[in-house]
């Protein structure tokens, strides 16, 4: 088992940044990839970005890509999201969730760990 808690989400004003992180606890952090979804009232949920279990490659979707980035610091457990230029249509709440295992992909499907979320509110 994993568990994972958001924080970092809150209220920005359009081109403004937000920094979320996910916290770990359970199994081997590092033998999880993991990643960002995010779910905007009355959408389904879809794929953000991701990160391999070292932390090197990362996936990127493309509606947020050269905007947000993520990394991870197997050390502390946690996965950050790193949001600039921050868009009224980026929000959400936005979900951590991990795989259990190697990266498999951004469908919701691949991960079986998933956090409570955090609210992203972008005003224009």
């Known amino acids: 088992q994993v568990q994972l808690v958001e924080s970092g989400g809150g209220l920005v004003q359009a081109g403004g940044s937000l920094r979320l992180s996910c916290a770990a606890s359970?199994?081997?952090?590092?033998?999880?990839?993991m990643a960002w979804f995010r779910q905007a009232p009355g959408k389904e949920r879809e794929f953000v970005a991701a990160v391999t279990r070292s932390g090197g490659p990362t996936v990127i979707a493309d509606s947020v890509k050269g905007r947000f980035t993520i990394s991870r610091d197997n050390a502390k457990s946690t996965v950050y999201l790193q949001m600039n230029s921050l868009k009224p249509e980026d929000t959400a709440v936005y979900y951590c969730a991990a795989t259990g295992t190697y990266y498999r992909g951004s469908s919701i499907g691949a991960y079986d760990y998933w956090g409570q979320g955090t609210q992203v509110t972008v005003s224009s």
């Open positions: 359970g199994r081997t952090f590092s033998n999880n990839a």
